[in-house]
């Protein structure tokens, strides 16, 4: 990911203000507000460049809206943003990847958002997997969210498919 996008994920997902910005409902920002900001902050970029930085995310992280005059962080805030998206039925099974070093505290306390706003899970447990690569050796979970959805739980979909969840009991956990 190049410099640019961390930054821009770092603005959008958990300090906009470094840049002056507020984020709106549904995590949006003007583009050229965005732009303007980062400039001030010694990260000069034109809309074409930032056009490419959202398309050639591997990930999706950002999400530019229909007209293309306002940008978001598709999930992963830190920063309180309520993202305006409706609640939806998940598939039978998600996955969530961690590392082994974690597995003595989700099995204790369940999977929680951290400092992010939502626990995110995937759709695929090759995602699962990169996921939890990165902090450590990986291990992906299975979650029962058929299961959760029938108790009660809600569940949103992200602009770019990660699954979002408030919390994750030890019960509907396996491997």
Do not use: C
């Amino acid at each position: 990911m190049s410099k640019e996008s961390k930054f821009i994920s770092r603005v959008l997902r958990h300090e906009p203000e470094l840049v002056g910005l507020t984020l709106g409902t549904g995590g949006w920002v003007v583009v050229d507000d965005l732009l303007r900001g980062m400039k001030k902050a010694g990260h000069r970029l034109k809309r074409d460049e930032l056009e490419l930085i959202v398309t050639d995310n591997d990930k999706r992280r950002f999400t530019l809206s229909e007209d293309g005059q306002r940008i978001r962080a598709a999930q992963g805030h830190s920063v309180a943003v309520e993202m305006d998206l409706p609640a939806t039925t998940p598939p039978t099974d998600l996955f969530h990847g961690t590392a082994a070093a974690n597995l003595d505290a989700i099995w204790a306390e369940g999977i929680k958002p951290g400092r992010r706003q939502h626990v995110h899970l995937s759709s695929d447990p090759e995602t699962a997997t990169r996921v939890g690569q990165r902090h450590g050796r990986p291990v992906v979970l299975k979650i029962a969210t058929g299961k959760m959805y029938a108790d009660g739980h809600q569940f949103w979909q992200a602009d770019n498919g990660v699954w979002l969840t408030d919390h994750v009991a030890p019960s509907y956990l396996g491997f």
